[in-house]
């Protein structure tokens, strides 16, 4: 099968276009895949965070609050003279 002259001219007018969606194609494909690829590390992020011990801050909060209440209440001691035996909560 011969291709006609104005097929030829035609083809010659579409190869530009045709090797520019692919190359368009081929890169939506690729940012897909980083997009996908990021959901994955922000899935794992959120389910480490989930399953991770209590934060810092809340630890230092409590405790804080315990020094505080441990402070507040006066602590009773029994014992001889200066040095306390025992001391009582």
């Known amino acids: 099968m011969d291709i006609k002259p ?15 969606i692919k190359a368009l194609n081929l890169s ?9 690829a990021i959901g994955k590390l922000e899935k ?6 989930q ?5 810092t801050l ?15 209440s006066p602590k009773q001691t029994r014992g001889r003279g200066r040095n306390p035996a025992v001391e009582i909560n």
Not at 28 to 36: E, Q, T
Request: positive net charge.
């Open 6 to 20: 104005n097929g030829k001219l035609a083809a010659l007018l579409q190869s530009p276009f045709t090797n520019e």
């Open 28 to 36: 939506l494909r690729n940012v897909n895949k980083a997009l996908n």
């Open 44 to 49: 794992a992020a959120e389910k480490q965070a």
């Open 51 to 55: 399953a991770d011990r209590p934060s």
């Open 58 to 72: 809340d630890n230092m909060k409590t405790l804080k609050k315990q020094l505080e209440s441990e402070k507040a």
